[in-house]
């Protein structure tokens, strides 16, 4: 199965807000309500940020959000902060016969 | 809070099989609510999934590793472990273990072990 399609990069200004698409197709993001979202600092394991396309788990801060339309998922930062500049991941689970997993390329979040 | 823990060689000759286990503490692997995976990213790319097993036995793999992948559980000792047949260096890799909820949530993950492979 092909990888689901994020932008290499995207960056923004502390205080501003960016959105990180993640398209795939209507074998995976677009039948399903499950797709999450990972943040990961160098040299770090992943971290779980948005669950089941848009709920955030205890912990993580609500200037994090995820969203869906059509093949698309969505993460979107509100309020960039320092510490968000990472790599971000997204995940779509791709049923059709058997249960499987595909995640993006991944982002590079700079912020400036 | 569960922690999970990577552990195997570091070091694994091409054309032999990579194996690693997976220590589950703070949590039963037997709970039944979640499954427990494996996914790998190479040294500067991203994340690939590999598979997942439920405490039962069942099994999920990436189509295009399947060929290669045998995961297996063992709920005495709390462990899950992966076998990866002929390896290449293609397969040098930092390797995950996670727990993971409805299919795709990675609730919580193993700090990574790497795994180069090379004569």
């Known amino acids: 199965q092909s990888a689901l399609t994020q932008p290499a990069s995207v960056s923004g200004s502390p205080g501003q807000s960016i959105t990180i698409s993640c398209t795939g197709t209507?074998?995976?993001?677009?039948?399903?309500?499950?797709v999450s979202w990972y943040q990961q600092h160098p040299g770090k394991a992943p971290k779980l940020m948005i669950y089941e396309g848009s709920k955030r788990p205890s912990g993580v801060s609500n200037r994090f959000s995820g969203s869906k339309s059509g093949n698309t998922a969505s993460l979107t930062i509100s309020g960039l902060q320092a510490e968000d500049e990472a790599d971000y991941y997204c995940c779509s689970y791709a049923g059709s016969s058997t249960p499987h997993v595909v995640f993006g390329g991944g982002t590079k979040l700079t912020v400036l | 809070q569960v922690q999970l823990q990577e552990s195997g060689p570091g070091l694994v000759k091409p054309s032999q099989t990579l194996s690693l286990t997976c220590t589950v503490s703070g949590g039963s692997i037997s709970s039944g609510d979640y499954y427990w995976s494996w996914i790998r990213q190479p040294p500067g790319k991203g994340l690939e999934w590999i598979g997942y097993?439920?405490?039962?036995?069942?099994?999920y793999y990436n189509p295009s590793l399947k060929s290669r992948v045998t995961i297996s559980v063992d709920t005495s000792k709390n462990q899950f472990s992966l076998k990866l047949s002929s390896v290449t260096a293609a397969d040098t890799a930092v390797y995950y273990c996670a727990r993971v909820s409805h299919w795709i949530t990675m609730t919580s993950w193993g700090q990574g072990t790497l795994v180069t492979v090379s004569s």
């Open positions: 209507s074998s995976d993001v677009g039948s399903y309500n499950l």
């Open positions: 097993i439920y405490y039962s036995g069942s099994t």
